[in-house]
């Protein structure tokens, strides 16, 4: 089946530094991949659209200056989060998805900032 | 996007059929529903979808009632693995509309 991982699974930052996620499809090619962020009991909020070798569709509220996302292949896509705060501390998932097929989630990625 | 209704939690026995339902009243007509589980710590993980009938695979059934305004997601003997939100998502068939946004869910709680 088609697996999507995500490296570091768990990662802890200071406040003011950047930090690096990264989404890949192991054993398919995904032409579109998501990004989504999922606070404490709080249900996934997605965060960004991203298709291979283009510019990622953020959605409302997000900021793209904050949460650079670079989608350079189709098996890899990179989340950074620059000048990380408290209030960045989520778990950020990414998912990927191949035309016509189903959408596949990531692990997940626990982020906290000290 | 066509917006899902689902309880906010449920409670069932291991061994026991559960049936975990969902509304949605404004769907169009190119809606497909689908459900997708969240164990806790992971990523969601994939379960059915139909458009207009009933459809059965390894892990669930999916009910779809025949104005397709409500379904139904049927684990037929539940275990304590499956404890896990459940979110019932539409998703439109049409090309380009292909990100999922994800309701509250309904949180699944199986006794031993």
Known sequence: ?114 | DAKTTQPNSMESNEEEPVHLPCNHSTISGTDYIHWYRQLPSQGPEYVIHGLTSNVNNRMASLAIAEDRKSSTLILHRATLRDAAVYYCILRPLIQGAQKLVFGQGTRLTINP
Not at chain 1, 71 to 84: E, G, I, K, P
């Open chain 1, 1 to 114: 089946g088609a697996v999507v991982s995500q490296h570091p699974s768990w990662v802890i930052c200071k406040s003011g530094t950047s930090v690096k996620i990264e989404c890949r499809s192991l054993d398919f090619q995904a032409t579109t991949m998501f990004w989504y962020r999922q606070f404490p009991k709080q249900s996934l909020m997605l965060m960004a659209t991203s298709n291979e070798g283009s510019k990622a569709t953020y959605e409302q509220g997000v900021e793209k200056d904050k949460f650079l996302i670079n989608h350079a292949s189709l098996t890899l896509s990179t989340l950074t989060v620059t000048s990380a705060h408290p209030e960045d501390s989520s778990f950020y998932i990414c998912s990927a998805r191949r035309t016509g097929y189903e959408q596949y989630f990531g692990p997940g990625t626990r982020l906290t900032v000290t």
